[in-house]
């Protein structure tokens, strides 16, 4: 039954920085999946292999717990990858590819990211293992800006999403109005029209269509390497190195897929750790130093409110850099 519960509890031996870890899941604070309890607690309505599934997670600080609660038929599913979702196999877990959290120390002359490294001991990178979820998602904020992308994810969950379920997502309850993204099959079925109401052009939704064709082995990018998941990502025509990051940050746990072509990303990390703005090869070399956590880096002086100073007038820009004639993929 939909509104059977299961529950989980997880010390992980660690502070657990929810908000800085989850907020990357998050598309806006109108994300019909996702709805913030406190500061401590995420509700997050997900699809899984074996179908819909609700999470409450609660991080209890005092007592180093994580108590996460699950309703529908993927509840065991996404209890078993809580620890993975809150960045265990980025604390060298089992599982983990390449240098975790403990191996990152940021340089001393590198003040600024000292700082975000030393006020957020909590935050490390997801592993929602929602690749198709992640790859929809990274698709609709191609080239447009975020509240742009944010606007498209809430018009077409609410229009071809699912209720959650459980006893929590019905009238009254904590998670009430909550909803499952579309399944595969359902993103192959919105027609044109919706797609352009909802502010997509044909670009974008053709990445998200292929996608859906195909979700099967792009769930299979979770069994390899993070260098097998952004060459297999990657084949996918529309699915660049910016989409392939954004991806893997979320569904992977790669803690290395920093987000080259952003339009933003490389000249505010720059900055930060320069005092110069630059764009994406220089920042390439700025980073090396970081080679397995570069996407770290960025994350930290995200949630630090790094960013380079602004001058003059201010416009709508896209969010990535244009790549060719393509914009950003």
């Known amino acids: 039954m939909s509104d059977a519960r299961a529950v989980r509890e997880w010390r992980p031996g660690r502070p657990v920085d929810l908000a800085g870890t989850l907020g990357t899941l998050v598309r806006g604070s109108g994300d019909p999946s996702h709805r913030r309890a406190g500061a401590e607690g995420l509700w997050r309505a997900t699809r899984t ?31 078993d990858g809580v620890p993975d979702l809150l960045g265990a196999r980025d604390d060298g877990g089992e599982g983990g590819d390449g240098p975790g959290f403990a191996d990152f120390r940021p340089r001393p002359e590198h003040r600024l990211l000292v700082e975000a490294w030393r006020a957020r001991p909590g935050v490390r990178t997801p592993r929602s293992r929602a690749v198709v979820e992640a790859l929809v998602w990274a698709a609709l904020e191609q080239v447009v800006t975020g509240k742009e992308a944010r606007r498209a994810v809430r018009l077409l969950v609410r229009r071809y999403g699912e209720p959650a379920p459980g006893a929590p997502a019905l009238e009254g309850g904590p998670a009430a109005g909550m909803l499952v993204p579309p399944t595969p099959a359902q993103w192959l079925r919105v027609p044109t ?137």
């Open 193 to 329: 029209w919706e797609w352009l109401r909802a502010g997509v052009e044909g670009r974008r939704s053709a990445v998200v269509m292929r996608a859906a064709r195909v979700a099967g082995r792009l769930e299979a990018t979770l069994g390899g390497a993070a260098a097998e998941a952004d060459r297999a990502l990657r084949t996918l025509p529309g699915v660049g190195r910016w989409t392939s990051a954004e991806v893997r940050q979320r569904a992977h746990g790669d803690a290395d897929a920093f987000s080259f072509d952003d339009y933003h990303v490389a000249k505010n990390v720059t900055w930060a750790l320069t005092g110069h703005v630059l764009d994406d090869d220089a920042c390439a070399e700025v980073i090396d130093c970081y080679a397995g956590h570069r996407y770290r880096v960025q994350r930290l002086l995200e949630l630090a409110g790094v960013a380079r100073p602004r001058r003059g007038p201010r416009f709508t820009l896209p969010t990535h850099t244009p790549a060719g004639s393509g914009g950003r993929s």
């Open 49 to 79: 292999p074996d179908g819909a599934a609700l999470l409450h997670v609660r991080v209890v600080a005092p007592l180093g717990l994580v108590l996460a609660e699950a309703w529908g038929p993927g509840r065991a599913w996404v209890l």
